[in-house]
């Protein structure tokens, strides 16, 4: 009987381990990444999918203008987001920058300036 790794594992856990899109899914995508075909390009992407990891409820806007208040953001969510950034986007984020980002938008724009 001949079968590949992928067969074996899939019968052992029960089902399809390479999920709907096939082996090539994921790949490129760093650690703890969200794939998800409805989020914008960019570094606007980047922190909208790690606002949709943190946020309580489903997130319904991911316009740069909503207030990070609108995904149930309080002033402490806020500096967990600015580190989260740190760790998955490899930007510094300065102590005293974090009580500046009020809005998407203005994670986006600090974040993509220290790329730049």
């Known amino acids: 009987m001949t079968s590949s790794l992928g067969d074996q594992l899939s019968a052992l856990l029960g ?17 703890g990444e969200i794939h998800d075909e409805s989020l914008p390009d960019g570094v606007h992407g980047e ?12 997130v319904k806007s991911l316009g740069l203008s ?7 953001f309080d002033r402490l969510t806020v500096v967990e987001l600015a580190i989260r ?8 984020i300065e102590d005293e920058d974090i009580a500046s980002f009020v809005k998407l938008g203005d994670v986006v724009d600090y974040i993509a300036a220290r790329r730049g």
């Open 66 to 72: 909503t207030p990070l208040a609108d995904y149930g």
């Open 15 to 31: 089902g399809d381990t390479l999920g709907p899109a096939g082996p090539d899914q994921g790949r490129g995508k760093s650690k």
């Open 47 to 58: 922190v909208a999918a790690i606002i949709k990891k943190m946020a309580v409820d489903e």
């Open 85 to 92: 950034c740190e760790q998955e986007l490899g930007v510094r």
